[in-house]
């Protein structure tokens, strides 16, 4: 089964398909001898058909959709499983090397983080502990933390070896506080509480959905977010990776504004949102944090 950044793309694809499968059986039965079709007739209404498409070839029209040739379009960590699939997609709205989607994929396993403190022993990282879990509730602008990949949401599972589930947001500090100064090191999953979604702008440059504070407050009828699932009441974390945490509503709006077509925008729900920030401070979050564009 493939996966679809949109259903947008969901719904090219399938018309593409559907194209290449409408050309193939208009070849294959320019192709077919007389004699075939009388045998096709007798021995079941596809056999004929079915044998000549065995060896159809798939350049049609001097488009070349081999899985060599398609391969070549998408970005190297999803051709291995990709090619494992029986379904391949043909074509899709989102670009195979879309740098928004890319930056803002929530990858499902562990990364390990290595950083090391500043001249005044901090990482940039403020944590909150919730549900015997400890999460990453602020990345200061500049800081270790920013520059290694941390991000709002990121769940730390251990720190410097030691499996941190259980603890206090007071013993943790303790331990990064305590930890050698050259060298900290957490394993690290990406915001398990969050989930990304990929819209398509329309031609007013709108993708359907309007927020207050960072909080979505209701869905265009029939726009992509609505086609994608947004949800009321979900905080925006991130538009194409951009942390927007903190920013008024006009600063992220024209970072959504200046996306390119398809945007890809990371939300949590509301009660997720408010337990991570309620100890920090909006002041604070809105002058400290982190908004820069993740690299590659």
């Known amino acids: 089964m493939s996966l679809y950044p949109s259903l947008e793309d969901q719904k090219v694809d399938q018309m593409a398909h559907a194209e290449v499968a409408t050309a193939a059986v208009a070849q294959a039965l320019q192709n077919v001898p007389q004699a075939a079709i009388e045998q096709a007739a007798t021995s079941g209404p596809y056999a004929g058909l079915l044998k000549e498409l065995e060896g159809f070839d798939t350049s049609l029209g001097g488009l070349d959709v081999s899985e060599s040739a398609l391969a070549l379009h998408m970005p190297k960590d999803h051709v291995a499983s990709w090619l494992a699939t029986d379904y391949k997609p043909l074509a899709t709205i989102t670009k195979a090397d879309d740098a928004g989607l890319a930056r803002a994929a929530i990858r499902q396993g562990v990364r390990p983080v290595t950083l090391a403190k500043d001249s005044e022993g901090r990482l940039g ?21 920013a520059l290694g990949g941390l991000r709002f949401g990121d769940q730390i599972l251990e720190i410097n070896g030691q499996a941190v589930a259980g603890w206090t947001q007071k013993q943790t500090l303790k331990v990064l506080r305590e930890a050698d100064p050259k060298r900290v090191q957490f394993a690290v999953r990406d915001r398990p509480m969050m989930r990304t979604i990929t819209m398509q702008k329309d031609s007013q440059n709108h993708c359907g959905f309007i927020f207050k504070q960072g909080l979505i407050k209701s869905i265009v009828q029939d726009s992509s977010a609505a086609r994608n699932g947004m949800l009321i009441n979900h905080q925006i974390i991130e538009v194409n990776g951009q942390c927007t945490v903190g920013l008024a509503d006009k600063d992220a709006l024209a970072i959504i504004q200046a996306a390119p077509q398809t945007i890809t925008v990371t939300i949590s729900p509301s009660f997720v949102y408010n337990h991570l920030v309620k100890k920090i401070g909006f002041s604070k979050i809105r002058k400290w944090m982190d908004h820069s564009v993740p690299e590659l």
Request: aromatic share 20%; glycine share 10%; no cysteine.
């Open 125 to 145: 990282v403020a944590i909150d502990a919730w549900d015997k879990g400890i999460f990453v509730a602020f990345v200061w602008a500049g800081s270790a933390a």
